[in-house]
């Protein structure tokens, strides 16, 4: 592979190339277009085809890391269309991520709207019983029904905890008392408004070994990341969201991670750009050692 050839008009894969050889591949990145139960604006079945026509632009290289992490094999596979009805769609999802942890390969699920990440993170429990998620959000989502459905976008987290799973939500600013009251003592919430009184490293210990790490893109602040269908003032800038991001990468065994709720603006190309910066950063840090030491 030349790093140098223009991969902007390539192939709709993640970073405009193809996967030579999708079997080595180390990463799988898995687009869920899937949008039933969103609440207000509508748009975020666009995100995945977005964020991987973005990301034909980044840089193959991370300067950060400094390592190429499409080195690690990072193939695109086709677009999921799970079923409309949530809780089918939470199989389909479960099924498709089993086959690629199957396959000893990372999963990076784009959506769509969050209720996809129900379905990985169930998979990734049964292979990692000791599994904890990390949560990016405005939004608790921590409630029990809404809209009339157990597996609406606002349930995720709720779902996510009854099942035994240790939860730490980070960037929120957003929820309701019933929820709040209800997980008491079940989970970590990380608020944006007290950022300067939590670190990363609470944030790690908070987690288990095993993590999953689930981003809602409207954990950004507004300004960072507009194109989202329920903005809330007062969320995470690009660094902050990266310090925290790094260590859990590597001091603990993330294993798999999403990225949801991109509602591409037509207008506005800055944010899908972010979305797309972001999963080449997560890949990034999940492979940087195995990278470095094979050099
Ligand atoms: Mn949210």
């Not at 039933?36 to 604006?41: D, F, R």
């Not at 079923?83 to 086959?99: S, Y």
Request: proline share 6%; charged share 25%; aromatic share 8%.
């Amino acid at each position: 592979m030349k790093y140098s050839k223009l991969h902007s008009n390539g192939p709709l894969a993640f970073l405009g190339s193809e996967c030579e050889n999708p079997s080595k591949a180390k990463a799988a990145v898995l687009p869920i277009p899937y949008e039933e139960t969103a609440s207000y604006a509508k748009g975020t079945a666009e995100g995945p085809a977005a964020i991987i026509a973005a990301s034909r632009e980044l840089e193959y290289y991370d300067d950060e890391t400094g390592t190429t992490p499409w080195d690690a094999g990072i193939n695109t596979l086709p677009e999921l269309k799970p079923p409309k009805n949530p809780a089918k769609m939470a199989q389909t999802v479960q099924a498709a991520v089993d086959k690629i942890l199957s396959a000893q390969q990372f999963p990076v699920m784009l959506g769509g709207e969050h209720s996809i990440t129900i379905g990985a993170v169930r998979v990734a429990k049964k292979r990692f019983p000791n599994l904890s998620v990390l949560q990016f959000d405005a939004h608790a989502d921590l409630r029990d029904e809404y809209d009339g459905s157990n597996y609406s976008h606002a349930c995720t987290l709720r779902r996510v905890i009854e099942d035994g799973i240790t939860v730490a939500q980070v960037g929120i600013r957003s929820t309701d008392r019933e929820s709040l009251e209800w997980a008491q003592g079940k989970t970590k919430i990380f608020w944006a408004r007290n950022k300067s009184n939590w670190s990363a490293a609470d944030v790690l210990a908070a987690l288990t070994h095993d993590v999953y790490v689930t981003f809602d893109v409207d954990a950004f602040d507004p300004s960072i990341m507009p194109a989202t269908g329920t903005p809330e003032p007062g969320g995470l800038l690009w660094d902050e969201t990266l310090a925290i991001l790094k260590p859990v990468f590597s001091q603990k065994n993330v294993v798999g991670c999403d990225v949801t709720e991109l509602l591409p603006l037509k207008e506005m190309h800055a944010p899908t750009f972010t979305a797309a910066k972001l999963v080449h950063k997560m890949i990034a840090y999940k492979f940087e050692r195995a990278l470095r030491n094979s050099k």
